[in-house]
């Protein structure tokens, strides 16, 4: 009895540090199948999961080269191939659902794609950072238009309550009917709206205080922090112990609030990182306590595994490259409900690719 008793013991003494250990992942090569009707993508500027644990991603169609898009040239140059709409519903295995959006599927579609969200009751958010991109937009998950928040083609700087500046990236709160936007390319600022009516209820910038677009110095390992976001304000995600996180990608940090705004600590993620900064997007381990933060390093080009009490850095996986399992401007990052991680990658990386979990997820 004493050494059931002593291996029950030195099991519940382990469990915190079993808890400490990062995931590991193991990147699925056949992830996504070959995409039906001669379909190509290009830029792909997001990514996102649903309560189905479908995989959702946007796309530019225009960032398609000539070479490929041959299929859809005047006359064609090849059999391949079509840019496929923006929106593109996956299955877990990996067939195409559904693709719907473009030009002609909204007067305000975007210019160019960015960011996608899909909120607990299945509606699809979108949003763009083209220079007259300043609106986000509601959708059925069929693609039926529901509502818009901002006026493209007008921006009012980072305190105008009802205008938009780029926006990055989108998550809802379904219990508070609120949809926070990370403001974004072209403001500095966390803006919060009412997600049924699009009704203003707060904003803010960096450490919680009212932002401003007054120029920053170039970024520079070892400075003081800067006290302001750096464009963009690329991502905001939500955990379900009420704290807030914010990508500053290009200040190398990651910021944590509450959803009120007010300021609770920061995470600086590989400072020496110069150019484009190395947090571009955030999406937390799915286990009963969300233990990691795993993020999107688009300037090194890494998964990064950091422990969400501290920020620390327990693991990280991908490298620069083109094969799978590497990356090239890794963008976005989505998690489905048993930790398999999703990837975007933009300027000509245009691909998405699916890492599975080879660990125990904890629960």
Same mark, same amino acid.
């Given at each position: 009895?004493? &050494?059931?008793?002593?291996?029950?013991?030195?099991?519940? *003494?382990?469990?915190?540090?079993?808890?400490?250990?990062?995931?590991? +992942?193991?990147?699925?090569?056949?992830?996504?199948?070959?995409?039906? #009707?001669?379909?190509?993508? &290009?830029?792909?500027?997001?990514?996102?999961?649903?309560?189905?644990?479908?995989?959702?991603?946007?796309?530019?169609?225009?960032?398609?080269?000539?070479?490929?898009?041959?299929?859809?040239?005047?006359?064609?140059?090849?059999?391949?191939?079509?840019?496929?709409?923006?929106?593109?519903?996956?299955?877990?295995?990996?067939?195409?659902?559904?693709?719907?959006?473009?030009?002609?599927?909204?007067?305000?579609?975007?210019?160019?794609?960015?960011?996608?969200?899909?909120?607990?009751?299945?509606?699809?958010?979108?949003?763009? #950072?083209?220079?007259?991109?300043?609106?986000?937009?509601?959708?059925?998950? @069929? &693609?039926?238009?529901? *509502?818009?928040?901002?006026?493209?083609?007008?921006?009012?700087?980072?305190?105008?309550?009802?205008?938009?500046?780029?926006?990055?990236?989108?998550?809802?709160?379904?219990?508070?009917?609120?949809? +926070?936007?990370? @403001?974004?390319?072209?403001?500095?600022?966390?803006?919060?709206?009412?997600?049924?009516?699009?009704?203003?209820?707060?904003?803010?910038?960096?450490?919680?205080?009212?932002?401003?677009?007054?120029?920053?110095?170039? +970024?520079?390992?070892?400075?003081?922090?800067?006290?302001?976001?750096?464009?963009?304000?690329?991502?905001?995600?939500?955990? %379900?112990?009420?704290?807030? +996180?914010?990508? @500053?990608?290009? #200040?190398?940090?990651?910021?944590?609030?509450?959803? @009120?705004?007010?300021?609770?600590?920061?995470?600086?993620?590989?400072?020496?990182?110069?150019?484009?900064?190395?947090?571009?997007?955030?999406?937390?381990?799915?286990?009963?306590?969300?233990?990691?933060?795993?993020?999107?390093?688009?300037?090194?080009?890494?998964?990064?595994?950091?422990? %969400?009490?501290?920020?620390?850095?327990?693991?990280?996986?991908?490298?620069?490259?083109?094969?799978?399992?590497?990356?090239?401007?890794?963008?976005?990052?989505?998690?489905?409900?048993?930790? #398999?991680?999703?990837?975007?990658?933009?300027?000509?990386?245009?691909?998405?690719?699916?890492?599975?979990?080879?660990?125990?997820?904890?629960?």
């Amino acid at each position: 009895m004493k &050494g059931i008793l002593g291996a029950v013991l030195a099991l519940m *003494l382990a469990l915190p540090a079993m808890a400490q250990q990062a995931p590991r +992942y193991q990147v699925d090569a056949a992830w996504p199948k070959a995409l039906p #009707n001669h379909w190509g993508i &290009g830029q792909a500027a997001g990514v996102a999961t649903d309560a189905q644990d479908h995989i959702w991603v946007i796309h530019r169609p225009r960032t398609m080269t000539e070479d490929e898009r041959g299929a859809a040239l005047t006359p064609p140059r090849a059999d391949c191939c079509v840019p496929a709409p923006p929106v593109i519903e996956f299955d877990q295995a990996g067939n195409v659902v559904q693709a719907w959006g473009g030009p002609q599927h909204h007067p305000s579609w975007p210019e160019n794609e960015h960011g996608i969200y899909i909120d607990p009751q299945g509606f699809v958010w979108i949003g763009g #950072n083209g220079n007259n991109d300043h609106v986000l937009l509601k959708f059925t998950r @069929d &693609g039926r238009f529901v *509502l818009q928040i901002g006026i493209k083609g007008e921006t009012g700087g980072s305190n105008d309550t009802q205008r938009l500046g780029r926006p990055a990236g989108i998550e809802v709160d379904a219990a508070a009917h609120e949809v +926070y936007v990370a @403001d974004g390319y072209q403001n500095r600022r966390v803006i919060v709206f009412d997600s049924e009516t699009g009704a203003y209820k707060r904003h803010w910038g960096a450490y919680g205080n009212r932002p401003n677009d007054d120029a920053l110095p170039a +970024y520079r390992p070892g400075q003081p922090p800067a006290q302001g976001f750096r464009n963009p304000v690329h991502c905001v995600r939500l955990a %379900r112990d009420g704290l807030v +996180y914010v990508c @500053d990608r290009a #200040n190398d940090r990651v910021q944590v609030f509450h959803h @009120d705004g007010s300021f609770v600590r920061e995470f600086i993620v590989a400072p020496d990182t110069l150019g484009s900064g190395s947090v571009w997007d955030i999406a937390l381990l799915p286990d009963r306590l969300q233990s990691f933060l795993l993020t999107a390093d688009g300037g090194n080009n890494h998964v990064r595994l950091l422990h %969400r009490p501290d920020g620390v850095e327990r693991g990280q996986f991908g490298r620069n490259g083109r094969n799978a399992g590497q990356f090239h401007w890794v963008h976005n990052i989505a998690v489905d409900s048993h930790g #398999n991680i999703y990837t975007t990658e933009v300027d000509t990386g245009k691909r998405a690719q699916r890492f599975r979990l080879v660990s125990p997820l904890a629960r």
